[in-house]
């Protein structure tokens, strides 16, 4: 009765846990929430002074105002582009769901890392992509394994991934740039993490090293402001803006105005850096915080390295295991944790677990991560 | 390159015609906006009120007073429902974004009224539906109709619709009912425009008449507060609840929270229907002036109904001629109208347009007629 994609609608596993994680008394380690403390909130003098004409129908495109806010920040970042390029969405979710409606068919193949973004894989996913792996090291994947692959479209988060915190260095994102070039593969770079940076700027967006493939850059305000706001943006190669635009406008015709005034404000008046600046030292300490537990309590019982950003540690466990009975049995010790196979492309045999850092208080990620060792074997 | 469904992205004829209206100096008779002194805003007590918790991650479903609000008023329109029914959507639009995805594969046979609601076609098109037409008169589908038919979905909107402002009967409402209980299609029932009633309350919904069929029905927040606030709601049966709430998950994670704060605030207080209550008489007048504009100049070289409710007249061209021509020569002379051939499901020979009363103020409404009588051979 249904379409036939219904069937591709992954299991609610990921549902289950955030549900369980959002019970009062576990320590959730298992989202990628900001703190609450970290999230922005408009003052009452924005609110007040909002647009007259917000309430009316608007441009599918976005708000211009903030169109040209976004523009210039992507140039600054070495992403050559005009605010006629930027579209804005009901954040990184639905730049996903838009670009995957123009570029994946059943049956397209679509190179991702991994393990990369779950979300990002089952909506691919929805929409009938397979799933082409590659040959990678701790920054993602090798350019030269690009001349092997037949994909359509490359969807990478080359800037502290999800689940795994790392990041490509410049010398990577330039190779695989050239390598995109030749190969001709569209690029969509997934980039929310960008401004949670804890050692200086991260390196430039890869999309602003190509030179003809074409692309799709993703940015989003919930990591930095506030997701309740939902927003987020993409600039796309001039190609492909306007079929991007079409379909935005035939998914919900706009996104909300509300939002977009709010953050444009908040881009014009500077206070979208002042509040990154005050978000950062606290999510270091809390990065810091996870590490010196996880070397206390599970010391030699998995590795990892240190997130220089974003929002999670990723382990690999050192003795194989059942991941998810190991996050069932942490959910009734009152902890929830993200076993990493949901982020694999395909099954894959590592015991991984994904640790979010952002939303617990100090004492949470002392406490949380205590419980998570006296579960490993 | 592109998936195959870019194919049929559908012209920009409509964004043209659209953004052309937007044009200083230009009397819109095109879209379907509400009057800008119509619009809802919301009180700076609202704004300076809202739930400290909204700027974090939300509820796919959406916020559960809001869902309990909706819930509260369709069981008073018949529709037997609760809370866990209900899904808060970013406008209708998404609704029927999430509706194709549950339903319509490519050559998936969808019944729909001849014309309809032309965004639902773009929408429907895009997934790769193919248009069952069926016998109707004045009121919509015939239901002896339906037994000769193989459709998947029927997409209806039965009250004051959108383009013709027709509205069945509760005796054809009835006999449809139990006619897709017969034949076991899933029912989608569009309802933008039932608050917009002019001459008392609009016939209850179909699905409150269903037995055994399934079904969604469609809500929204647009026409009656304001379409800045981009929210609408799905309330669907049971079997169908959860898989729309995973495709809204997919799609963009959940809707807006600051928007779902203040309408959920404006159910509760009343000022829904304050605002409805004070807006309808402005728009009564404005229904009449254009009719008797029409009667003055159109006279007998149209013919059309009073519309009793919604935004819009249907004229039926007692010539024929290319209504394209006549929509671009209208431009030229600073007057937009929708050419009717947009609203159909597979192309027909009439000469139709549909006229928006509710954005025009009463003077724009004389001056715009006149144009239009102006240019009718």
Known sequence: M???RINR???SLVRDILAAASKPGVISFAGGLPASEA???PSQEVLNQLPDDIWQYGQTEGEPVLREQVAI???QLGIACTAEQVLIVNGSQQGIDLVSKLMVDEGSRVLTESPTYLAALQVFRLFGAEFVGAPQDEEGILPEA???LDARLAYLVPTFQNPTGHCYSTARRKALARAFDLHSMVVFEDDPYRDLSFDGP???PIVGHLEKALWVYQGSFSKTLAPGLRLGYLIAHPELIQALTRLKQAADLHSNRLSQAIVAQVLIDGSLDQHVASVLPRYRQKRDAMHASLQRHVGSKARWDVPVGGLFFWLELTEAQDTMLLMEKALAAGLAIMPGAAFD???KTAATLRLNFSHSSLAQIEQGVRVLA????
Chains 1, 2 share one sequence.
Request: charged share 10%; net charge positive.
């Open 2 to 4: 249904f379409a036939a």
């Open 9 to 11: 609608l992954t299991s």
């Open 39 to 41: 999230l922005f909130r």
């Open 73 to 75: 920040r992507a140039r």
């Open 146 to 148: 690009l001349a092997q």
């Open 202 to 204: 991260a390196p430039a």
């Open 345 to 347: 492309p395909v099954p």
């Open 374 to 377: 006296s579960l490993l074997t």
